[in-house]
């Protein structure tokens, strides 16, 4: 599967964005999906993932709350809803697909395809 990944931009802090990945190829229901993001310096780190259902999410802790995961398979689309923007939520963001796994992995080993990335940056 392939991701392409758009929606990012700047934003000020308490501001809100909406990432979108668009999946190609076939069977992307088959797959769990994640988000990823790389601030400058620093290790790309987890953000959320979801199910191939979308029912189960799992986010990491420096999100939660705050971003919301969701996909439409009819579209072949997961999003990343933003809100209560962080300067610190400045990154590069990513999502990627993992075709064996249940949407709760935060180990990017385990996902098999990559978008190339959006950049979200957030003033203060």
């Known amino acids: 599967v392939q991701l392409v990944e758009s929606g990012g931009g700047l934003v000020q802090a308490g501001g809100s964005l909406r990432l979108s990945c668009a999946a190609s190829g076939r069977r992307f229901s088959s797959y769990a999906m994640g988000w990823f993001r790389q601030a400058p310096g620093k290790e790309r780190e987890f953000v959320a993932g979801i199910s191939t259902s979308g029912v189960s999410t799992y986010y990491a802790d420096s999100v939660k709350g705050r971003f919301t995961i969701s996909r439409d398979n009819a579209k072949n689309t997961v999003y990343l809803q933003m809100n209560s923007l962080k300067p610190e939520d400045t990154a590069v963001y990513h999502c990627?697909?993992?075709?064996w796994g249940d949407g709760t992995s935060s180990n990017e080993a385990e996902f098999e395809s990559w978008g190339q990335g959006t950049q979200v940056t957030v003033s203060s």
């Open positions: 990627a697909a993992d075709r």
